[in-house]
């Protein structure tokens, strides 16, 4: 019994199958939500429910794109995501390579700091951040939440960013410092470009946090001018009507940039998050 269980759990098959269960489980709702997207109305309050559209239908989307505030929340989300994204990087490369290449007393610690703000749960920073963003007058700006999301995503940046620059030939950095290059331009004309494959692997992982991201949002944003589109989703849900179409086709709707921005980096991602993990 048990060498046939052995068999059975080496055999590449069993491996596939394992994870084409696990695709299965995960892609069922994103598939039930595309689907809902091209229901009509009424098909989506009908019970029991229909898992494919009768009379597959684009007016969801005619909505969500044409009859909604959806394309101001979008741009929103955008300002929010791209800003935050260039923050956080411009300041993690230097400060990563700054850990990871002058050495000091207390460096492990300034270094566990960093993740250790990551310790506590967000939620339950809400208060004292509210209060601090109240008193500096950045309640419903963009600016509170690029802050907010700065300080959510730069301390894994930075861990992430170090483990690329640790594992960097210290002699291409001399060699350019010997041809006339100042510490600083070394860093900015050989390590950034050879780094930027981890790099870029950051920067998307850090736009998509912040894409995605919802606590803050709804909690220091109250005007539609400046809600990105997680909040934004909000305006289909009503006191007597959930409008289950234009929700779905609002998540389609922002979900598919993504995606797409995804599938193409995918390479990139994957190379950057493996190349500080092997020692040059």
Known sequence: MRHALDRILSDPRTAYLLLSLMLIIMLS??????????KTREETFRFPPTYYPETPTLGAYKEVIFESPMPRH???????AVGTTILVMVGSIFTAWGLSRYRYKGAGLVLFTFIATRIMP???????????????????????????????CYPLAVWM?????DTFP???????????????????????????????????????WTWNEFLFAIIFTNTREVQPITVGAHYFVGDELVQWDSIAA?????AVPGLLFFSIAQRAIVRGLTAGAVKG
């Open 170 to 208: 210290q002699e291409l950095v001399d060699s350019a410092i010997v041809d006339g290059c100042s510490r600083t331009g070394a860093f900015l004309r050989i390590v950034v470009p050879v780094s930027a494959v981890g790099i870029s692997a950051v920067a998307i992982i850090t736009f998509l």
């Open 74 to 80: 979008l741009t929103n989300s955008l300002i929010i």
């Open 250 to 254: 609002t998540a389609m709707f922002t």
């Open 161 to 165: 960013i170090k483990s690329f620059f």
């Open 122 to 152: 967000p939620i339950s920073l809400l208060v004292p951040f509210y209060i601090i963003m109240s008193r500096l007058h950045l309640i419903n700006t963009y600016g509170a939440l690029i802050i907010l999301n700065t300080f959510l």
């Open 29 to 38: 709702p994103i598939v039930f939500t595309a689907f809902t997207s091209f």
